[in-house]
């Protein structure tokens, strides 16, 4: 009896955007949003292990 082989395949498929100038504008204040948004709980994280020495998750941030 030979032993059962299981592989896995992976497949990527690239996109290229072709958004119009209202659609990029929009895009660049989405990547700005959640840039602001991570950068902020990542302070939130930090001062909250600098002043109790507690590690935040971020289950507990949201």
């Not at 497949?11 to 989405?30: D, V």
């Not at 990542?42 to 941030?61: F, I």
């Amino acid at each position: 009896m030979t032993p059962i082989q299981t592989t896995t395949h992976l497949k990527a498929f690239r996109y290229r955007l072709r958004p119009t100038k209202a659609q990029e504008a929009t895009l660049l204040e989405q990547l700005r949003l959640c840039r602001n948004l991570y950068n902020c709980a990542l302070q939130e994280r930090r001062d909250a292990y600098r002043k109790a020495g507690v590690s935040l998750t971020a289950y507990d941030q949201m």
